[in-house]
């Protein structure tokens, strides 16, 4: 005699739950993806952001995600705090992605890359693994270890280092490490140099690539570095001004060039 099966003792989803077997874990790169990895602890204006939510203008407060690309305008700025206690400050005429980022129960990063467009930024690394940052931009790689410095990139990339180890590597491969206060380096061609000290850099260089080194107080508290005494020779000169109004960009132009690194914009 034949004897029909009902459906249901073959679905192994009805069997286990009717065995009152748990749900199937979702797995953590699922959770990931869904779950914020930063916000926003200062701001000007209204940067915006393309990603997985779609497309925001982000305010205080906002949360951003994994796959989130933030550009800011000419009067724009953003300063993000991630989950592992890393620091992101994104000034004026910028665009990077948050282009992954892969955490740990503990929120610790087990792998944190940016992927940088353009534009001029302070980063200060967090509690996570030193090999976990890279920095990506056009022209260089940048590794962290254990380090605030500030980064300007266009063609090439510039960077100003402050604490701890920063590794940056010429798109050909070649690489140096600068670990002293305000040591510059910069990719040129096929390798990345030593430029000396940032008190070497060209005033309107600073002003227009690296506003934080000549003004802090537009950032919270935990994004300064004390970089204000990086540039005294520069800013004793009477130019710099400290308050608000000292932003870069206020020619309104878009273009630049300083006769540091051969007479054309060194970024």
Do not use: W
Request: with cysteine; net charge positive.
């Amino acid at each position: 005699m034949l004897t029909s099966v009902s459906s249901h003792a073959l679905d192994p989803g009805k069997v286990a739950k009717a065995a009152g077997a748990p749900k199937p874990a979702i797995p953590a790169s699922i959770k990931q993806e869904d779950s914020p990895i930063g916000k926003v602890v200062g701001i000007r204006g209204a940067p915006t952001v393309t990603g997985p939510k779609g497309t925001r203008t982000l305010k205080m407060n906002s949360k951003v995600f994994k796959g989130d690309r933030i550009k800011t305008g000419y009067t724009e700025e953003v300063q993000l705090l991630f989950v592992d206690d890393t620091r992101l400050a994104v000034s004026t005429r910028s665009k990077i992605t948050l282009d992954e980022y892969v955490f740990s129960d503990d929120n610790k990063a087990e792998e944190f890359v940016l992927k940088v467009a353009k534009g001029s930024f302070r980063f200060l690394s967090g509690k996570s693994r030193k090999d976990a940052y890279k920095i990506n931009t056009r022209a260089a790689t940048i590794g962290i270890r254990g380090t605030a410095f500030d980064f300007a990139t266009r063609s090439g990339t510039t960077v100003i280092h402050y604490s701890g180890v920063v590794h940056i590597c010429a798109s050909a491969g070649n690489c140096l490490d600068i670990s002293h206060k305000f040591e510059v380096a910069q990719t040129r061609g096929s390798r990345p140099i030593h430029r000396g000290s940032a008190s070497q850099l060209p005033l309107n260089l600073l002003r227009f690539s690296f506003p934080y080194a000549l003004n802090e107080s537009r950032l919270p508290g935990g994004f300064r570095v004390g970089s204000r005494d990086c540039c005294n020779k520069q800013r004793n000169g009477g130019i710099i001004k400290t308050d608000e109004g000292d932003r870069p960009g206020n020619s309104g132009n878009s273009s630049h060039s300083s006769s540091y690194g051969g007479g054309t914009t060194p970024y």
